[in-house]
């Protein structure tokens, strides 16, 4: 199985470029999550989804947008990209929500996308 | 601020010393997870704790849930070179929903 996949892994933006993140799962797993990872700040979540058609906001959703249109993929969309911005971006999924059963349900994270934006 | 506060944030030993890593927060967590995390890649889960006062041993990591299910600790007996990384606890929340908070991590260095 591949697991959790992202692409690109490096990405360089101009000021107000757009582009999406891809993020695709072969787990079967209904959740899926983006993160962003900041120097000495640890993981910060920005949206999940708990099934196709449904996308909730995180801690840090401003700049982003998301969409699921089917149970594998989960992209996520800057549209005016600013260097706040560059971080270095996961994305995870899971079998259920954090908050239930955690035992059967751990986090399984993609390599991630480096993003500078300059 | 952040809801979970890892300590130290660096740590640079030599191998086969022996270091404790903690968790600590001011919320109540239904569950606590460890992860470890090398370069160029995702978080990998290490352990779950969910009990208060849970204990739990992966050959020489042993990890402990505080009583009040407000902190946790890891501990590494005889550190090798291969656990050098970044170690992250996260926490989920009863009434966060599917949230888990992560922790700002603790990078650990074993040298040989």
């Known amino acids: 199985n591949a697991g959790v996949t992202q692409t690109p892994k490096f990405r360089i933006l101009k000021i107000g470029q757009s582009m999406t993140l891809q993020c695709a799962q072969d787990?079967?797993?209904?959740?899926m999550y983006w993160y962003r990872q900041d120097p000495g700040m640890g993981l910060k979540l920005i949206y999940y989804s708990v099934g196709a058609g449904i996308t909730d906001k995180g801690e840090v959703p401003n700049g982003y947008n998301v969409s699921r249109s089917t149970t594998e993929d989960f992209p996520l969309r800057l549209e005016l990209a600013a260097p706040s911005q560059t971080s270095v971006y996961f994305c995870a999924s899971s079998y259920s929500g954090a908050a239930f059963s955690s035992y059967n349900s751990p986090l399984h994270f993609g390599n991630g996308t480096r993003l500078t934006v300059t | 601020t952040q809801l979970l506060e890892q300590s130290p944030q660096f740590l640079s030993i030599q191998e086969g010393e022996n270091l404790t890593v903690y968790c600590n927060s001011s919320s109540v967590f239904s569950s606590l997870q460890w992860y470890r995390q090398e370069p160029g890649e995702g978080p990998v889960l290490l352990v779950t704790?969910?009990?208060?006062?849970e204990v739990k041993k992966l050959k020489r990591l042993t990890f402990q849930f505080g009583d009040a299910r407000k902190d946790s600790s890891l501990h590494i007996t005889a550190a090798q070179p291969g656990d050098t990384g970044l170690y992250l606890c996260a926490g989920a929340v009863n009434n966060a929903g599917n949230m888990l908070t992560f922790g700002g991590g603790t990078r650990l260095m074993v040298k040989p």
């Open positions: 787990m079967n797993h209904n959740y």
């Open positions: 704790v969910v009990t208060g006062g």
